[in-house]
């Protein structure tokens, strides 16, 4: 366990001079706002058991290049206009994805987070 520490402490501080020197590439950021209409078949069909509901939600996104890599991750705010506790199906609800994408040195293989 000892061996696995060290070799993580190791490979972490000959790391940090190549993080600290990370150049920004490029990036983008928004807001939208969006409605997801379920078709009819879809909401009779799964009425009894998730109850698909069509909902409105406000979403935030947002991602960056760097010379290490790429990052991209989204919140949704669903059914933001309704109580917290209404029906089911209807009810606030949370979503959120980071995505990540390291590259490995000039190999042409990525490490996905």
Same mark, same amino acid.
């Given at each position: 366990m000892k061996? $696995?520490? +060290?070799?993580? %402490?190791?490979?972490?501080?000959l790391a940090i001079?190549?993080? /600290? @020197?990370?150049?920004?590439? #490029?990036?983008?950021?928004?807001i939208?706002? $969006?409605? +997801?209409d379920? %078709?009819?078949r ?5 009425s009894?058991? /998730? @109850?698909?509901?069509?909902? #409105? ?5 947002g ?13 949704d705010?669903e ?7 209404n029906k089911?199906?209807s009810e ?9 994408r390291i590259y490995?040195g000039?190999t ?6």
């Amino acid at each position: 366990m000892k061996k $696995h520490l +060290l070799t993580l %402490t190791l490979s972490s501080i000959l790391a940090i001079p190549v993080i /600290s @020197h990370a150049e920004f590439k #490029g990036g983008f950021a928004d807001i939208g706002v $969006h409605y +997801l209409d379920w %078709t009819s078949r879809t909401t009779e069909k799964s009425s009894t058991k /998730s @109850h698909k509901d069509d909902f #409105g939600y406000l979403e935030f996104e947002g991602g960056a290049n760097f010379s290490w890599g790429e990052m991209y991750g989204f919140f949704d705010w669903e059914n933001f206009y309704n109580g917290r506790h209404n029906k089911p199906g209807s009810e606030q609800r949370y979503t959120f994805k980071n995505t990540n994408r390291i590259y490995l040195g000039d190999t042409g293989f990525n490490l996905y987070l």
